[in-house]
């Protein structure tokens, strides 16, 4: 898949979906009918094409490019264990963040339940769309509790 086919597969799939691209990465949030100012959305997933905003995944390859997904602790946990502490500087020594089509810690949001992927192929992307789909619905459900707090 390439990061176009990915980026259409949620734009189509979720509703209310706004897609906010910058410096050619794509961020994806939930807004219904326009609701949330620019300034306070949280994108439920994005996808990086290029190193601007960390190194770790070398995105300058050739057609290489990094979905991250924003999911639930328990769902973070049912794939990695516990999430690192962001106090905690070598929770990631071990792990290459360079490697394409497996699902990974964010490098430097797993202490808030990131996940992502580079450039997965269809096989894993079919794992991937189950976790779009729930940070879809967290994200869905975060909107509630906003609008329900005034």
């Known amino acids: 898949m390439n990061a176009l086919e990915v980026a259409t ?43 601007d905003n960390d190194g770790a995944s070398n995105l300058s390859r050739p057609d290489v490019f990094r979905l991250n997904i ?23 020594s071990d792990t290459d963040f360079t490697v394409l089509d497996r699902i990974l810690p964010h490098p430097v949001y797993a202490a808030m339940s990131w996940v992502c992927v580079l450039s997965p192929r ?19 459900r975060r909107f509630g509790k906003r609008l329900n707090r005034g």
């Open 9 to 51: 597969y949620i734009t189509r799939t979720f509703a209310d979906v706004d897609r906010v691209e910058s410096l050619d990465n794509s961020f994806f949030f939930y807004v219904p009918e326009g609701t949330l100012e620019p300034d306070r959305r949280f994108p439920f997933a994005t996808l990086m094409t290029n190193d």
């Open 70 to 92: 924003g999911v639930k602790p328990d769902t973070y946990h049912s794939l990695f264990g516990p999430q690192p502490r962001f106090d905690t500087a070598d929770w990631a």
């Open 122 to 140: 269809a096989e894993t992307f079919e794992i991937v769309k189950l976790l779009l789909a729930k940070a879809y619905e967290l994200a869905v």
